[in-house]
Structure formats: C-alpha cells, structure tokens
Antibody
Framework: QVQLQESGPGLVKPSETLSLTCTVS????????WSWIRQPPGKGLEWIGY???????NYNPSLKSRVTISIDTSKNQFSLKLSSVTAADTAVYYC???????????WGQGTLVTVSS | QSVLTQPPSASGTPGQRVTISCSGS????????VNWYQQLPGTAPKLLIY???QRPSGVPDRFSGSKSGTSASLAISGLQSEDEADYYC???????????FGGGTKLTVL
C-alpha cells in the first residue's frame, strides 16, 4: 500500500521560505515522478510542480521563480521549498505520486501551512 | 480564473444521473487526456477517472468519463449521498507546460 506523508512547519512568517517534506512508503521514489499541489482555504487545486526519479523538475510558471523541488532517494523523500511567501501562499499542501504527467494516483493527507507574522 | 472551466455547482437526488462538464482549449483538453478527481469533505483528492474514461481499481462503475474535442464530462449514475463532494478535472496544458485543474464543481445530493 503506497502512502505519502507531508511534514513541516505549520506557520511561516511573511518573506520567509516554506519548507515541506514528503515521505513515501510502499513505493520506491526512484521509480516514479512526484508532485506538489496546494489548495488555499475554500478554493480549488493548484499544481506547484513535479520532480522525476532522476531529479529533473518542472514547475508551474506562476510559481517558478520561487519554487524548488528536490529528491532524496536514500530517504525515499522529496521536498518543496517556496521562497518569499506571503499570505496568498496560505494553503493545504499535498504531495502526490504520478503515473503520468496528469495522473496523480496516490496523495498525502495534506498539511496546512499558514503564512502570518 | 482556471484554465479549465467547470460549473461551480451541481445537484441531484438519490438515484439520479448527473453530469459535470469541463471545458478547455486545443492546447490542453484538445491534445491531452483528462483526469477527474473526487474530494470528499475534509479529505485529500482521490483519482476518480484517468485517461478520459478509465476507472482505477475500486472506483464504482457508476462513475464514467468522456471527452470530445476540447471538452470533457464526468457522469455519475445512481447518485448516492456519499457522492457529495467536490470534483475536479485536470489536463496537461501544452502552452503553459503545466498541469492545470478546473475550478471544481461542488456536487450536492438533495
């Protein structure tokens, strides 16, 4: 059974960097592509970006200048960094496993990150 | 404003058939497969339909998907109270080189 678990601070100050990690179990991170998606409270889903098992990345153009996704195959984890955050970055952040560029077949439970001083 | 357009809400009574539309363009739905995700209240989204009309294991055959040109649809037959959820369509957008979601449709079972 594939499981994903997001972890990281639930509160980040404006202008600082949001950092989250997704720990994968039940699947080898070296075999698939992995995505981050976010959902502001009461709003829809927004794809942030993906990373391949080899470390190649692709980011949403609207966030590209502030996003870095990395992978640690030794820990079966991948991570998200979003810099210069504002209140608009307050959202539930999900990590997900990809089988194709659009097929997110397993999701983490999500973690709420609030940007506030 | 989302690249893919969905109606914000839909409703039906138990046993009814409802459809949810998803409209895009030639650079997204028109040239790439569509997936649908179901998000029950307070939970993470779940893959419901992939590659336009394929159901993952465990998804009831009451759920079906279709695509024609630059639009796609999700149909739910024999509506049940547990189908009350938000539904999102998604497709790759070639012009943006990004995965895009519809704005979501809130389904209410009356």
């Amino acid at each position: 059974q594939v499981q994903l678990q997001e972890s990281g601070p639930g509160l980040v100050k404006p202008s600082e960097t949001l950092s989250l990690t997704c720990t994968v179990s039940g699947a080898s991170i070296s075999s698939y592509y992995w995505s981050w998606i976010r959902q502001p409270p009461g709003k829809g889903l927004e794809w942030i970006g993906y990373i391949s098992y080899s470390g190649s990345t692709n980011y949403n153009p609207s966030l590209k200048s502030r996003v870095t996704i990395s992978i640690d195959t030794s820990k079966n984890q991948f991570s998200l960094k979003l810099s210069s955050v504002t209140a608009a970055d307050t959202a539930v952040y999900y990590c997900a496993k990809m089988t194709t560029l659009t097929t997110l077949d397993y999701w983490g439970q999500g973690t709420l990150v609030t940007v506030s001083s | 404003q989302s690249v893919l357009t969905q109606p914000p809400s839909a409703s039906g009574t138990p046993g009814q058939r409802v459809t949810i539309s998803c409209s895009g363009s030639s650079s997204n739905i028109g040239s790439n497969p569509v997936n649908w995700y179901q998000q029950l209240p307070g939970t993470a989204p779940k893959l419901l339909i992939y590659t336009n009309n394929q159901r993952p294991s465990g998804v009831p055959d009451r759920f079906s998907g279709s695509k024609s040109g630059t639009s796609a649809s999700l149909a739910i037959s024999g509506l049940q109270s547990e189908d009350e959820a938000d539904y999102y369509c998604a497709a790759w957008a070639d012009s943006l080189n990004a995965l895009v979601f519809g704005g979501g449709t809130k389904l209410t079972v009356l």
